[in-house]
């Protein structure tokens, strides 16, 4: 099993393009989980799927769109990226919400 | 006040000795937890979950106090390999939030 997988693994956008970033996983889990993380600092949750065919707003949503595709794929989509979204960022999913999660190897995204 | 909150560190500690760092959280009807390391530039990974009776797992020990809202973990015999951000992470009403995590280093 690979668990989550996500491509690409690195991206360099200039200010203005789109992306994006897509997620996997293969252990059947009901919910998945976009975050990011800057330098020093801890994770933030972008959006969430608590299960195929739900996605919420997680803390920090602005400037993002989610698609939850199937029970295995969850997108993360930057329609005009900036400067301000340079960061790594994670996709992890759960059995359910509130258990443990299991991340991806992470996306670094620079925008220039 | 953070939902959950950690010491950043780092704690600088000798290899082989124990250390240990709290993580506290402010719901108090928060009903499960976890402890998670992540190195530097990857993903974090789950280390153990902390249940009410405390656990153990070879050198890693976690515990929970409810009537104090903290867990703790406690690292024996400590290795180099250990060296990494530990991140505290409590499901709080089916969300879950991580802490900033505490810096570990470990020195020959």
């Known amino acids: 099993n690979a668990g989550v997988t996500q491509t690409p693994k690195f991206q360099v956008l200039k200010t203005g393009q789109s992306m994006t970033l897509q997620c996997a996983q293969d252990?059947?889990?009901?919910?998945m989980y976009w975050y990011r993380q800057d330098p020093g600092m801890g994770l933030r949750l972008i959006y969430y799927?608590?299960?195929?065919?739900?996605?919420d707003k997680g803390e920090v949503p602005n400037g993002y769109n989610v698609s939850r595709l199937n029970k295995r794929e969850f997108s993360l989509r930057l329609e005009s990226a900036a400067p301000s979204q340079t960061s790594v960022y994670f996709c992890?999913?759960?059995?359910?919400?509130?258990?443990?999660?299991?991340f991806g190897p992470g996306t670094r995204l620079t925008v220039t | 006040r953070k939902e959950v909150e950690q010491d950043p560190g780092p704690f600088n500690v000798p290899e082989g000795a124990t250390v240990a760092f709290n993580c506290t959280y402010s719901?108090?009807?928060?009903?499960?937890f976890f402890w998670y390391r992540q190195d530097c530039r990857k993903e974090p990974k789950l280390l153990m979950s902390v249940y009410s009776s405390g656990n153990e797992d070879g050198r890693f020990t976690a515990q929970l106090n409810r009537a104090s809202q903290y867990i703790s973990l406690l690292i024996r015999d400590s290795k180099l390999s250990d060296s990494a951000t530990y991140l505290c992470?409590?499901?709080?009403?089916?969300?879950?939030?991580f802490g900033s995590g505490t810096r570990l280093s470990i020195r020959p």
């Open positions: 992890a999913s759960s059995p359910g919400t509130g258990y443990e999660q299991y």
């Open positions: 799927s608590a299960s195929e065919g739900t996605t």
């Open positions: 719901n108090s009807a928060s009903q499960s």
């Open positions: 992470v409590v499901n709080s009403a089916s969300k879950i939030i």
């Open positions: 252990m059947n889990h009901n919910s």
